[in-house]
């Protein structure tokens, strides 16, 4: 089974930039999608941003024009770059792959992004 790891997460003072990073043990093509999820302390986990074969990305309104994803295919990782990062961005990442012949989904353990003075 294909694994994902996540890193790059870490303490970011208000205003700064982190990218995440998410290597796959296998080929990215193997997914028909794949994203971003964050779940903070007491909330429900949430897509931050997502793709699926053929379509367009889909940002979370709260994080558009902040948030980057993208994917290397030739290094079988994908990233998050998020820029200008709030207090409320905190939250731990989870990268989030749907295998398409067995269209099983996968998760990473997730990495911790506090943003905080």
């Known amino acids: 089974q294909v694994q994902l790891v996540e890193s790059g997460g870490g303490l970011v003072q208000p205003g700064g930039s982190l990218r995440l990073s998410c290597a796959a043990s296998g080929s990215i093509f193997s997914f028909d999608y794949m994203g971003w999820y964050r779940q903070a302390p007491g909330k429900q986990r949430e897509l931050v941003a997502g793709?699926?074969?053929?379509?367009?990305?889909n940002y979370a309104d709260s994080v558009k024009g902040r948030f980057t994803f993208s994917s290397d295919n030739a290094k079988n990782t994908l990233y998050l770059q998020m820029n200008n990062l709030k207090p409320e961005d905190t939250a731990v990442y989870y990268c989030n792959a749907r295998e398409r012949v067995y269209l099983r989904y996968l998760w990473g353990q997730g990495t911790q992004v506090t943003v905080s003075s």
């Open positions: 793709f699926t074969s053929g379509r367009s990305i």
